[in-house]
């Protein structure tokens, strides 16, 4: 049908979730990353993604986010504060928006 997917399936479903195209964490050590990124990559709605991120904040786990996100067929791309500084304003030809979570969000 055309339609690009990855390779990280939703127990639920069977298929792979369509709202998050992709995601970059940059963490203290390559398993967190990992673990955050396929574990965002199951996510489908922001709200879902700050929530996991402040609860993993809470605990202390930070890290700098990337995500390429499907809204309305449309890529939208988000960072948190720690990110913005790496990636800039224009990322894969999308506008940067930021986003903020846990302790960021006061």
Known sequence: D???RHHIID???GYPNTYLLATTVVA???MIADIM???LM???SMEEIKTYLTLLQ???INAKVLLQVNENDSLKVYVNNSMKS???QVFDGATVEEFSYGTEAQ
């Open 2 to 4: 055309g339609t690009r």
């Open 11 to 13: 127990a639920t479903s």
């Open 28 to 30: 203290d050590s390559a």
């Open 37 to 39: 990124t396929t574990t």
């Open 42 to 44: 199951t996510m489908e």
């Open 58 to 60: 809470n605990n202390g």
């Open 86 to 88: 790496v990636v800039g």
